[in-house]
């Protein structure tokens, strides 16, 4: 086994130990004999793929809510010759243990953002704000999450509203998918937000899954910050403090992790209105129709009276720990006319600045070379819309 995750190991069961309560760095490093930098390096490592909680006011590490959760649950797992493994439902059920079913919680349903955000308040760690639920139910009945206090934010009034004000689109955080797919202005005017609304899952998830939603889950995969990046969006969150308004590549941090403080509620997201001559198009390849993308990419640009690439957005789906600007396209690109050679340039790049790992939607050498392929794809769409084509 490799050493580092020999000594991962040996953490885990350690902090498994001691419960909810956790462990401080010096203890984890002193009590298992390892050098203070690697031990905080391999904290840093396990905590940032979810294995891991740090509570910052005690400095202490647990083990994170998912790991909790399948410990309790591999009660209830037996060997399967042919699968590994496999649930056992009449066992399960005998130990009045639900499977699908959720945790208890209570359901707090606030009328405006401020009551919203006092609950998020009172209930610090506890609750989680319900959208469309299309992320967060499953999550809650695998018990990968298990909030004491649902704030559902559906009965908020003027959160799912598109229009355009101020120089930008302005999309309510809890406009539906489905609504943005078939909005007329989204349609006239913002292909790459019209493309995307288009290949998200299925008309199912589309009817109650919510762009706000989408964003502050900040899944790799999800289409909505691949689209923003290259839109160059803004999100609009409130909270205790007051208002705050941050660029797209600010508010997604890594994978599920965005810049919300845990008190904070997004709002809005701003698309920068389309100058003269822009265009954009967002173009996904998928296993079978209605699935999360083998890959996608996103696409915006303005072209100058020259037909030269003013301004160049890029933005990859699932390519990367979170979704990921493609800034080394973008500069191949800009100040250039977009011709077939200076487009594949800036698709190459992108296939060498992004991320993928190999999984059960291929091997990432294919991944690497469909951004290529994708990448190509959307910028000339965007550059045809841009010139006034189709
Ligand atoms: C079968 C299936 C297929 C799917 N395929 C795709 C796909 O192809 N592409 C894609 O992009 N997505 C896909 N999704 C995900 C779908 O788009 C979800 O709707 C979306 O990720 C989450 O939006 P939601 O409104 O349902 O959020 P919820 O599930 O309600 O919430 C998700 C998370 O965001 C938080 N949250 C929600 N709203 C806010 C807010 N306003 N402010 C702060 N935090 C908030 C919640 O607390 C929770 O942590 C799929 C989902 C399913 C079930």
Redesign the pocket.
């Known amino acids: 086994m490799v050493p580092a995750v020999a000594r991962a190991i040996r953490i885990l069961r350690y902090l498994a130990r001691h419960g909810d309560r956790g462990a401080t760095l010096a203890q984890i490093h002193r009590a298992l004999d390892l050098n203070k930098s690697t031990c905080h390096n391999i904290l840093k490592t396990l905590q940032r793929y979810g294995f891991l909680e740090f509570m910052p006011p005690s400095r202490r590490y647990r083990l994170g809510h998912a790991l909790v959760e399948l410990g309790r649950l591999s009660r209830y797992v037996r060997p399967h010759p042919s699968v590994g493994v496999r649930l056992s439902p009449r066992k399960m059920r005998h130990r009045g243990w639900g499977g699908m079913i959720t945790d208890k919680f209570e359901y707090l349903v606030p009328r405006t953002v401020a009551e919203a955000v006092s609950l998020l308040q009172r209930h610090r760690g506890e609750a989680?704000?319900?959208?469309?639920?299309?992320?967060?139910?499953?999550?809650m009945k695998l018990r990968l999450?298990t909030?004491r206090y649902l704030?559902d934010?559906n009965r908020i009034d003027g959160?799912a509203d598109i229009n355009e004000a101020g120089g930008f689109l302005r999309v309510g955080?809890?406009t539906?998918?489905a609504d943005i797919e078939t909005s007329d202005l989204i349609l006239s005017r913002y292909p790459l937000l019209a493309d995307?609304a288009r290949?998200?899952?299925?008309p199912?998830?589309?009817n109650?899954?919510?762009?706000?939603?989408?964003?502050?889950?900040?899944?790799p995969?999800?289409?909505?910050?691949a689209a923003m990046l290259a839109a160059r969006a803004q999100v609009v969150?409130s909270g205790a403090r007051g208002e705050r308004i941050l660029p797209i590549d600010e508010f997604l941090v890594d994978m599920f992790t965005?810049a919300?403080q845990p008190d904070?509620?997004?709002?809005e997201i701003r698309v920068p209105q389309p100058p003269p001559r822009s265009g954009g198009a967002y173009v996904?390849l998928?296993r079978k129709v209605?699935?999360?993308?083998i890959v996608a990419v996103g696409v915006s640009v303005v072209l100058d009276g020259k037909d030269r690439c003013e301004q160049v957005g890029l933005g990859l789906?699932n390519v990367g720990a979170t979704s990921l600007r493609a800034r080394r396209a973008e500069e191949a690109l800009r100040g250039k006319t977009p011709d077939e050679e200076a487009i594949a340039g800036a698709a190459r790049a992108a296939a060498e600045e992004c991320d993928p790992t190999s999984d059960l939607r291929g091997p990432a050498e294919y991944k690497r070379d469909i951004v290529r392929v994708l990448g190509a794809r959307a910028l000339r769409l965007a550059v045809q819309r841009a010139r006034g084509g189709v």
Do not use: N, Q
């Open positions: 989680k704000l319900l959208a469309g639920g299309h992320s967060l139910i499953p999550l999450a909030p704030v934010l959160l955080a809890l539906r998918h995307a290949v998200i899952a299925d199912l998830v589309r109650m899954g919510t762009i706000g939603g989408s964003l502050a889950h900040a899944d995969a999800g289409d909505w910050g969150v965005t919300l904070e509620i997004v709002t996904k998928e209605g699935d999360f993308a789906c």
